[in-house]
């Protein structure tokens, strides 16, 4: 039983010997592919494996700055962050459909007298709408007679 420990003691070292001279070999061709592919594309993503990468800072205590670089979670690749960038991108706002119906729902709606909390005015037009389950009472939605400001009722 020894003799077998030594035996996969053996292997396991000469595994990772292997291992660290295949890293040295491809290290500096993957990683100069990646610092150049990095530095001339904005990556978000390992260029490796695709994973999105990470973002850590490492506080330099003596400096009183920190550094900070990408980095993979499910590989080795790391690089540093080098300039800062700052790019907000807003997506263009959709269409959004009216849920109580457009302009056409409020053409033949009953008036009541309700008070506007935009104008003060005290006559709006109104419907009922079950939008909850049927346990629950109805909600009633208001328009101004005066300015179309719309409310509901809570």
Known sequence: MNEGNDYYNRFEEVRVQVHQIYLKLTDSFFWSVADYLHRTLIMWFCPLDGTLLQVRHDDASDTGCSRG????????????????????????RKMVDDILGGAEAWENVDRTMATCPACNHNEAYFMQIQIRSADEPMSVFYKCVKCNQQWNEK
């Open 69 to 92: 670089y990408f980095f993979c979670s499910t590989c080795p690749y790391s690089n540093p962050i080098v300039t800062m960038v700052t790019k907000k991108t807003f997506p263009a």
